[in-house]
């Protein structure tokens, strides 16, 4: 061969390999601005700790490749993520790998073939591996690539990432067979990825359907790690573990919560807490275990300051169970908390003042026996024959309780002289102690007493107060 010849092809390949180099580099600019994220300090630093010892890239150069998307080919948008991810490992001990599945053209007829690798990883024969991938076309075997990538990974070293990167269209379940088969061989030490490019829904089901085949990994579409931070965070998820060092933080009030997380940073020494360091609450009142002097009350029941619920009335039966909430002070009460009504009349005790009303009879506000309905004209203390049922009811009593006897008293309202009101009160009683006698009842067991208007009930003020104070009253006496 002559020298000019050999200088010849001599010139044509270092035009090659000066337009290799000028494709990678404006693969790697690509579509958006692109700087590759500078790792290495942070895995220095020892905030990333490297979890992956291979990755092995399978790359989609099938005809569906070719298509367009957002301007350019898929083709080229995942030759673009392929070189931002080379571009952006940084520089830690790694074996990989590179196989690309389709027809291959340069390749003649095969339908897979290997790139590079299992060797050791090298920034710039990676790069040269990928800018042999130059076009789109042939059938899409994805199952194919992965079958014959688990035969390739014999010779990968610990960890393993295989990073797939496809358009997942038109490939059948068979990829998601063949990626069950890849995991059983190499278990727990691999985990698959998948990078979508393009927008095909069913395709990026199926790339989907791979990652859980495999059983760990996760799947992204290319076009959320083309950025600087994009292609920095697929990078830090797939080959590292951040590791953030561990601080030992202040507990200051020594109740195993630290001050950050301590909802109740000045709990006393010794005092059980919950997990926001708070003192436990068990009835749930508001007041803390340990300062609660009532540690079993009710949901919902309003307390003092030292958890015990309220006793308004003072009567010694808590609110929350006081059925008569506002008893006077001093006065004796049941377990309801409502006063005593030894006589059964509806008048408390310390209102009745008729303590001994047989039962049943009918009775004023202050428990006294009293004939309801039985009215006087004026100035007159003759009975009328509409009220003789009432006095018949008294007869009947007084019958029925044959060793009762009654203090019939007579009562009237302050119109008219206290003279005159003594002795109409006492005609009217008299009136009914012969309405009595009559029916049967002897006149030993009853005394007829007029007490003018000295005992009013209630006011004198309105026709209605007056009406109440002329009254006739019936007092048992045993």
Known sequence: MSRAISRFWIIVGLAILIAGCAGQQAMVNGPGSFTPPNLDAKVKSGTLA???DSF???????????????????????????????????????????????GLGIFSFKSTAVLYGITHYSKSDFGSALAKITKASGSSPLDLGIKAGTSDLTAAKGKIAVIIISDGKDMGPGPITAAKAMKAVYGDRLCIYTVV???????????????????????????????????????ESVFFEKHVPKVVEKDSDGDGIVDSLDVCPNTPLGVKVDIRGCPLDS????????????????????????????DSDHDGVQDYMDQCPDTPIGVHVDNRGCPFDSDGDGVYDYKDKCPNTPKGVPVNEVGCWVLKGLNFDTAKWDIKPQYYPLLDDVVRILKSNPGMRLEIQGHTDNVGSARYNMKLSQKRAEA????????????????????????????????EGRAKNRRVELHPVF
């Open 50 to 52: 490297q979890k992956v």
């Open 56 to 102: 092995f890239v399978i790359f989609d150069a099938s005809s569906s490749m070719g298509e367009k998307y957002m301007g350019e080919s898929k083709l080229d948008r995942a030759l673009t993520f392929a070189y931002r991810l080379n571009a952006t490992l940084p520089s830690v001990p790694l074996t990989a790998g590179l196989r690309v599945f389709g």
């Open 197 to 235: 490019v393009g927008d095909d829904k069913s395709g990026a089901a199926l790339l989907r359907a791979i990652v859980k085949a495999g059983g760990c990994g996760f799947s992204i579409n290319a076009d959320d790690a083309l950025s600087s931070d994009g292609m920095a965070k697929f990078v």
């Open 283 to 310: 009835d749930g009142d508001g007041v803390y275990d340990y300062m609660d002097k009532c540690p079993d009350t009710p949901r919902a029941v309003r307390v003092n300051e030292v958890g015990c619920p309220f």
């Open 432 to 463: 009914v102690r012969q309405y009595l006698i009559q029916r049967g009842i002897a006149p030993s067991r009853l005394k007829a007493v007029g007490y003018g208007m000295t005992r009013p009930v209630t006011s004198n003020a309105t026709a």
